[in-house]
């Protein structure tokens, strides 16, 4: 399984203009569902006048979780074109919503496609995309005589420590990339083996 996924670094725009309807594009890095809503909601009260706010997600590095809505325009002519942008980008844990001020002249089920579409690949032309490590947590509590050991293993495999308390007793919290979590592992329990440090995941 890949360790790494790519999303984007921060919140950008987007905007495409077709027979006097105007769409804002605007996609944001999100975690999960609730972090959609307060996005969702933020747009719908900011542009309150706004006709429809159409949205695609796709959430976790296996693109697993994932949903468009066509906000009242034809089935399958917004949310649609939204996520297969997100899609042909290969981009996850991101939100694109795009907001329409609609101009007068309805634009048929194609122009819709291809506004919407048009709209979301600009938000995510503008958008800082990058890669993603996923990396698991464990943490280690052990006697301060073992430190020198625990350190060589941290400094050797360039691993992240995230949280510590030394003294007497010292406790450690370290990140490891999940493709290397296994071999690295087992480096610390053989120190367990040995009775010097406790592991808990």
Same mark, same amino acid.
Request: hydrophobic share 65%.
């Given at each position: 399984m890949k360790d790494t996924y790519l999303t984007i670094e921060k919140p950008s725009e987007g905007f495409y203009k077709e027979k006097g309807s105007k769409f804002l594009a605007y996609s944001y890095p999100v975690q999960d569902e609730d972090e959609v809503k307060t996005r969702l909601e933020e747009l719908r009260k900011k542009y309150y006048d706004a006709r429809h706010y159409c949205y695609a997600y796709m959430l976790g590095r296996e693109m697993e979780v994932f949903r468009a809505n066509d906000d009242g325009e034809p089935n399958h002519s917004a949310g649609d074109p939204i996520l297969g942008q997100i899609r042909s980008a290969n981009l996850t844990d991101i939100? #694109?919503?795009v907001v329409r001020y609609f101009g007068g002249t309805k634009l048929g089920v194609s122009g819709l496609i291809n506004?919407?579409?048009s709209a979301?690949?600009?938000? #995510?032309?503008h958008s800082e995309i990058i890669e993603k490590i996923v990396r698991k947590q464990i943490s280690l509590e052990f006697e301060y005589p073992e430190m020198n050991e625990i350190m060589r293993i941290i400094k050797e495999h360039d691993l992240e420590i995230k949280n510590q308390e030394l003294a007497l007793k010292c406790s450690m919290e370290i990140e490891i990339r999940e493709s290397d979590f296994k071999r690295i592992l087992e480096k610390f329990e053989l120190l367990s083996a040995l009775g010097h440090v406790k592991i808990f995941d």
């Open positions: 939100l #694109i919503v506004a919407y579409k979301a690949a600009e938000a #995510i032309q």
